[in-house]
């Protein structure tokens, strides 16, 4: 099972926009609704940002948005904070109860 | 919802390292529980995923036949053993908590550390 393919690093000022995108196969992000992102600042564990391509989790900023065409996922954010500086990892459910990461990208806000 | 893992470990290469992570404040048979790990540097590496309903597992071929997951119903506890130690295991571990095909919660992480 290959990861996910990720831009190492997107950046951005305050209060622009940013989107990370997140590409897979048929089997993994094309083949199921089940993509989710998760947020790390150094040291920490993940935190879960989006669910299910688009959904957001309770505590979630409503900033934080996905979308999915195909074999691509995207996580955007808007209005960008300091507090927003972090990695971001995308992760699919890829079947029969496994699951595959992107290998993550660091967001600078500039 | 709180998932409690042991501590940092040191291990010789060849050992075996069993990490475990207590969960609390849900019911611990109604989700699975995922573990993820870390390299230094790197990014996040599924390895695994058990039921805590009925124990089915399954690995990542990286893995398999090194690595066992368990649980223990009754302390809502589950574990996660690797075998055959090498450097390139060295990493911080996590295990999460499945809620519908995605991770919810995460444990607070354990540094395993292989070095002769």
């Known amino acids: 099972q290959s990861a996910l393919t990720q831009p190492r690093s997107v950046s951005g000022s305050p209060g622009q926009s940013v989107t990370i995108s997140c590409t897979g196969t048929?089997?993994?992000?094309?083949?199921?609704?089940?993509v989710s992102w998760y947020q790390q600042h150094p040291g920490k564990a993940p935190r879960l940002m989006i669910y299910d391509v688009n959904r957001r989790p309770s505590g979630a900023p409503d900033r934080f948005s996905g979308s999915k065409s195909g074999n691509t996922a995207s996580l955007s954010i808007s209005g960008l904070q300091a507090e927003d500086e972090a990695d971001y990892y995308c992760c699919s459910y890829a079947g029969s109860y496994t699951w595959v990461f992107g290998g993550g990208t660091k967001l600078t806000v500039l | 919802v709180q998932l409690e893992q042991s501590g940092a470990e040191v291990k010789k290469p060849g050992a075996s390292v069993r990490v475990s992570c207590k969960a609390s404040?849900?019911?611990?048979?109604?989700?699975?529980i995922s573990w993820v790990r870390q390299a230094p540097g790197q990014g996040l590496e599924w390895m695994g995923w058990i039921s805590a309903y009925n124990g089915n597992t399954k690995y990542a071929q990286k893995v398999q036949g090194r690595v066992t997951l368990t649980t223990d119903t009754s302390s809502s506890t589950a574990y996660m053993e690797l075998r055959s130690l090498r450097s390139d295991d060295t990493a911080v571990y996590y295990c999460?908590?499945?809620?519908?095909?995605?991770?919810?919660?995460w444990g607070q992480g354990t540094q395993v550390t292989v070095s002769s």
């Open positions: 404040g849900y019911t611990f048979n109604n989700y699975g």
């Open positions: 999460a908590r499945e809620g519908l095909v995605h991770f919810d919660y």
């Open positions: 048929s089997s993994d992000v094309g083949a199921y609704k089940y």
